[in-house]
């Protein structure tokens, strides 16, 4: 059987308008306004999907991990209702504006104490923060190979076949299990959960742990502290440019974007 491990964070709803955000200056966080919905992160969801239609080609086993300070756990709960075997949550204050190498070895350590596995699979980057660092920095933790924004996975006897996304297209990669790989957006978006998937997965229980669980050196936490937070300001300016005519009028353009040695 194929042991899948998929690493999920509960981020705050990207599609908030950024008008409902509010940044604390000290803390170096962001507040978040009244009625904003905690959701799983997007890019984790497609690596859910993933790893779900990888369960489907072949017989395996999906062990969902979510780590912060403190989950909401109707959100992670949604990996049970699609289809997801066990969940693993790891809640600890020192995970409070935890940096991605934070993040990284908590998870790394809580894999290491799972035990076995042939395939972690994470999104390609957080929606909040968008570092895109994780899932390597667990990869790098373990000693394993990864490969990032994957758009197909195939597994095949002990090797995991990657089409990486590229700007220009894509390219193939194969590696040896145990891998990790991060997925893009380009995968499927995940399943909606039916009612009968949805009332299991309220009864099912789950796997809590703290970080004194995990066997960590609190050595190695928050080497890394933001330096400035803040949501970028926007001066747009406009200028009109007309003329008699069409042609007039794009000649005046054409000067006015030479004088301005925009050409």
Not at 12 to 22: G, H, W
Not at 71 to 86: H, S
Not at 251 to 256: E, F, M, S
Request: include cysteine; charged fraction near 25%.
């Amino acid at each position: 059987m194929l042991n899948i491990i998929v690493c999920v964070k509960v981020v705050i709803d990207p599609e908030a308008p950024a008008s409902t955000f509010k940044i604390d200056p000290v803390g170096l966080r962001v507040i978040p306004g009244q009625g904003i919905p905690p959701v799983l992160n997007p890019y984790d969801e497609n690596s859910l999907e993933a790893a779900l239609r990888i369960k489907e080609r072949q017989p395996g086993k999906i062990t969902v991990i979510s780590a912060g300070k403190s989950i909401p756990k109707a959100v992670v709960k949604k990996c049970l209702a699609v289809g997801a075997d066990d969940l693993v949550v790891i809640e600890d204050d020192i995970f409070e504006d935890a940096d991605s190498y934070t993040t990284a070895y908590l998870l790394a350590a809580a894999i290491k104490k799972l035990g076995e596995y042939d395939l972690i699979l994470a999104g390609r980057m957080a929606a909040d923060t968008n570092a895109g660092q994780v899932g390597s920095g667990v990869a790098e933790l373990l000693d394993i190979p990864s490969v990032t924004v994957a758009r197909k996975i195939e597994v095949n006897d002990g090797t995991v076949r990657v089409e990486r996304s590229l700007a220009d297209g894509y390219e193939v990669v194969e590696v040896p299990s145990p891998c990790l790989v991060t997925v893009s957006h380009e995968q499927s978006e995940l399943r909606a959960a039916n009612v009968k998937g949805l009332m299991a997965a309220q009864k099912q229980p789950f796997t809590t742990w703290h970080a004194q669980d995990l066997a960590i050196d609190m050595n190695r936490i928050k080497q890394n502290k933001p330096l400035k937070l803040f949501i970028p300001e926007r001066d747009v300016q406009c200028d009109r440019v007309e003329g008699e005519t069409p042609e007039e009028a794009g000649a005046n353009l054409a000067l006015k974007l030479r004088q301005s040695n925009q050409i």
